[in-house]
């Protein structure tokens, strides 16, 4: 069976005309929501010492860094923005694999800067792109993921090699070499989690998938069933591998329908409890002294992950199902902000916490809770979440998502520009110049 | 066990003084043989066709694209040179696992062009690099290789990091972590063996390695148990992993002792029967038509692997083990030159290689020939080829990686200029400034 080609063929011959209204759509949401985890992380150190190390190396300013002042050559800008998309742990989530939209649109916004591409045309080798990736990636999962590679790098890769490829308008037969180019820099091991390597896996698939096309595109050659073959990609990094997952029903339906978006910055375990609490808070206008004490009802997984009782960090309160209900109680929101050092340290979250009880129950499925308020004038509060805001089951609305948007690039970038943005990402495919995007996601040397 | 613990503190605690004066004139010989490779491949369309993808995107021009007159910046140049050097595979080898200067030497060379090194701390570097990549490689050897890992890609990342890592003078934390950054890009698949990519390998590691060293000097963090972990790099791509091999009697050898070079620009298998064959030619001053017939007695995976009766390229000319005796016995040389189109449709060796026979025998070693010539004179005259020259039983001479150096660069660079890098070369341990070998081994752009 040709694997590769089907898969190059399919990209190569697909029109715009083709892709749902529903999935530009989706684009335009994932792009947005990509956008601002990327935006929200630009500062983060792992952003500062990347560029501390690699900034002495780089081409001609060609393109954004979000969020920042700084310009790099397309090839770097593809890495620190894929790399600031990941930074949080807050960018989408496929229903089945991968986060897809790190690895691809960092490639497709710094090449957009550096030739003109159409906001249709970019949305379109987004979709594409997004097919590639996660058809190769679902066809060797679970157990490629099992073995230990970090499925959002070593399948992602391929995303951003069909997506570059599109807009380059390679032919079948280069377009057969870029996904080859991409299977073999295919890299990143799960052993990297809690270190900053897990957001240099999409940063380096974005970076190595845009080198494969354009590698293609000047004649470079690999082998022709990169994907498939008896040595190929998915024989070597997977003991598990379905080829008709890539093949079959291409055109028909989009992998980017079973996009996700979270809604809070940590763990999705959390969500449901975090979302009852925020509904409960907002609907009877509670303020936190009014509460006696807190019970959640979780999946056991939530307490495993999740069971924290003394956080002394913001990246501790992550993984604190006490601190997540109060500060959802106190501030009705569970961003980035939620879960600073400060927040975390404030004495009124603290005494709140202390009064939030949480117990396992495997019947419950772990985006599910239910909430159970005490308050000081003896009445009782119940909600039962059947699913968290963010599950595929309960999408973020357009409006969810700029209100998340402007939650993290708070503090970045002044409202204005991020009104702009959010503006621009959602008639992304009617702009003459996919460019607008980046252009205007840059923090302007005099504001810092 | 703490397995890149163990070997991030001996390359971080080793000294130049520790290497034996034979490992450093080892390393000598190495450079000198792969940068006769690499200048040797510098003009070939694998190279011309990265250098038309990539070029656009280079930084400052930091460093030499040896054999050309282009520069680029030091993560550029080491991928490219990186490719160069094993583009005509005809660079060196381990006795038990892979070709290690590939890997290593373009990234030093770039560095050393962007910040002072003294020849001296080059070959500790080298030395120190090819160690860490070798036994990283031989510790999962030959399983790794089996399911499909093209090993000279995988483990020399290792080897880069590890030898900017010491130029860097990394502490042992961030060498643990540099060593960790290389494992999370260790890339390259076996299936693209016959294909460009097979090169971009070693670049590709030599790059990363690189940039895992620099990201590791600036705070950039890794898993700290990333070759030895449950979801790290050896269980992850291999099925077998010694972690003894890794760490133990570090510093007591050295694996650049089992290096090896090639004469000869072509497989292994074929080295004995061109070695008989120049002996005989030489000894006996014989000239092609003075002979009748050849017969060769080889091992049977000679025959399997290089029976092409008429080759049609020179590339094909390459898997003839009929053309390589020929133009053994007329040339008395097999370089690069010998393997030309030119040379395989050359009416005189066309008609010498008809008269060549091989016959296959299992008791011969696959380095080991019989040679049987019977001359129109009627006298016959014989050659037992225990071991091919460049096995290593029977090393190159320092005189025969001279005169491969020159064949190599011949054509490419004025013969001043290949007399001055041997010069350079030789005395890389006594050099103030590492840097004079790659400017030296630049093409001037007035010559082109």
Redesign the interface.
């Known amino acids: 069976m040709e694997v590769t080609r089907t898969l190059a063929r399919f990209i190569v011959s697909s029109r715009y005309e083709h892709i749902p209204q529903p999935i530009r759509h989706e684009a335009a949401r994932a792009l947005l929501n990509w956008l601002g985890c990327a935006i929200g992380a630009s500062h983060h150190?792992?952003i500062d010492?990347?560029l501390?190390?690699?900034k002495?190396?780089?081409?001609?300013p060609?393109a954004t860094i979000v969020g920042r002042s700084e310009r790099m050559?397309?090839?770097?800008a593809a890495l620190v923005n894929g790399v600031s998309s990941h930074v949080l742990d807050f960018d989408d989530t496929h229903a089945r694999t991968i986060h897809p939209s790190a690895p691809v649109l960092p490639a497709l916004l710094a090449y957009a800067e550096?030739k003109p591409v159409a906001g249709a045309e970019l949305v379109h080798a987004f979709v594409l792109g997004v097919e590639a990736e996660e058809r190769i990636g679902i066809s060797v999962f679970p157990e490629h993921y099992e073995?230990?590679?970090h499925i959002t790098g070593t399948a992602g890769v391929f995303g951003a090699a069909a997506a570059i490829g599109k807009l380059l308008k390679l032919n079948e037969q280069q377009m057969c070499w870029a996904l080859?180019?991409a299977?073999?820099?295919?890299?990143?091991?799960?052993?990297?989690f809690?270190?900053?390597?897990k957001s240099?896996?999409p940063g380096?698939a974005a970076q190595n998938g845009l080198?494969a096309a354009?590698?293609a595109?000047?004649?470079?050659?690999?082998?022709e069933?990169?994907i498939e073959?008896?040595?190929?990609?998915a024989?070597?990094l997977s003991t598990k591998f379905d080829p008709t997952v890539v093949t079959e029903g291409l055109g028909e339906r989009y992998e980017l329908a079973y996009n996700m978006y979270k809604p809070y910055a940590c763990g999705l375990v959390v969500h449901a409890a975090i979302d009852g609490c925020i509904q409960l808070s907002t609907e009877h206008d509670l303020k936190g002294d009014e509460i006696e004490g807190v019970e959640l009802t979780v999946n056991p997984i939530v307490l495993e992950l999740t069971a924290k009782r003394e956080p002394g960090t913001g990246l501790e309160g992550k993984f604190s199902v006490f601190h997540a209900a109060a500060v959802a109680i106190v501030k009705r929101m569970a961003g980035e902000a939620q879960f600073s050092d400060e927040m975390v340290r404030s004495p009124e979250l603290v005494a709140l916490r202390r009064r939030v009880e949480a117990v396992g129950d495997a019947s419950i499925h772990k985006l599910e809770a239910r909430i159970r308020f005490r308050l000081r004038n003896g009445s009782v509060l119940e909600k039962h979440v059947k699913r968290a805001l963010g599950s595929f089951e309960r999408p973020l609305s357009d409006q969810d998502l700029e209100a998340k948007f402007r939650g993290l690039v708070d503090g970045v970038l002044p409202d204005s520009q991020a009104a702009r943005l959010i503006e621009l990402c959602w008639k992304i495919a009617d702009l003459d110049d996919a460019a607008e995007i980046p252009r205007n996601a840059a923090k302007t040397a005099d504001r810092r």
């Open positions: 150190e792992t010492n990347m501390a190390a690699l002495p190396f780089s081409g001609p060609q050559d397309i090839l770097h550096h073995v230990g590679w080859g180019i299977a073999t820099q295919s890299a990143g091991l799960r052993e990297m809690g270190s900053m390597c240099f896996h380096r080198t354009l590698l595109s000047k004649g470079f050659t690999s082998s069933q990169p073959a008896k040595r190929g990609w024989n070597v």
